[in-house]
């Protein structure tokens, strides 16, 4: 059963730049899926932020793309984000999943989602 | 980009009852096309891939139709446990990326 678990700051300040790690467990990150990052503002929809592959290969999603990166670490069988000059409109639960590299790209495994709060 | 509407956005039923969800792309997404249940509190659950294939461990009252721009979610006969919010979910092709609709809320009438 593969597990993943998001960690970070709950809280960060207005233009900083929130980091998070999701640390995928009983799985081999560098199996052949991707491993994406998926947001939702309180009370509202789930949106995609981006996702990579073990080597590294990334994709985002086209309207946070300028602010986001994402990185992956093998040897630690985690990968991470980070959304730089952040808003409040960046408060969301954050949720770590894996990802199919085939057909419609889904997301089978999930983490069980970490709030952050953008505020000052 | 494709966008993926959702209806109703909420859907009051009773236990015992048929529930039909409606996801329409605004063009062909072919057979790409996902549900998510998603319980207050948790993580969304992959339900339905590929249109109409059930995931790992979900019930058979689960069922899902479609392809092109039309897909719909079925639930036979709900169950209490199935009051949720219900997301669907397909790939872009360019630009690359990931698309959810804006969800439907099945609340117990």
């Known amino acids: 059963q593969v597990q993943l678990q998001e960690s970070g700051p709950g809280l960060v300040k207005p233009s900083e730049t929130l980091s998070l790690t999701c640390a995928v467990s009983?799985?081999?990150?560098?199996?052949?899926?991707?491993w994406g990052w998926i947001r939702q503002p309180p009370g509202k929809g789930l949106e995609w932020i981006g996702s990579?592959?073990?080597?590294?290969?990334?994709y985002y999603n086209p309207s946070l793309k300028s602010r986001v990166t994402l990185s992956v670490d093998t040897s630690k069988n985690q990968f991470s984000l980070k959304v730089n000059s952040v808003t409040a409109a960046d408060t969301a639960v954050y949720y770590c999943?894996?990802?199919?590299?085939?057909?419609?790209?889904?997301?089978?495994?999930w983490g069980q989602g970490t709030l952050v709060t953008v505020s000052s | 980009e494709i966008v993926l509407t959702q209806s109703p956005a909420t859907l009051s039923l009773s236990p015992g009852e048929r529930a039909t969800l409606s996801c329409r792309a605004s063009?062909?997404?072919?057979?790409?096309l996902a549900w998510y249940q998603q319980k207050p509190g948790q993580a969304p659950r992959l339900l339905i891939y590929?249109?109409?294939n059930r995931a790992t461990g979900i019930p058979a009252r689960f069922s899902g139709s479609g392809s092109g721009t039309d897909f719909t979610l079925t639930i036979s006969s709900l169950e209490p446990e199935d009051f949720a919010l219900y997301y669907c979910?397909?790939?872009?092709?360019?630009?690359?990326?990931?698309?959810f609709g804006q969800g439907t809320r099945l609340e117990i009438k």
């Open positions: 009983d799985y081999s990150i560098s199996s052949d899926y991707y």
């Open positions: 990579i592959y073990h080597s590294g290969s990334t």
């Open positions: 590929d249109a109409s």
């Open positions: 063009q062909s997404v072919s057979s790409y």
């Open positions: 979910q397909q790939r872009n092709n360019w630009p690359p990326g990931i698309t």
């Open positions: 999943a894996r990802q199919y590299i085939t057909s419609g790209l889904y997301f089978d495994y």
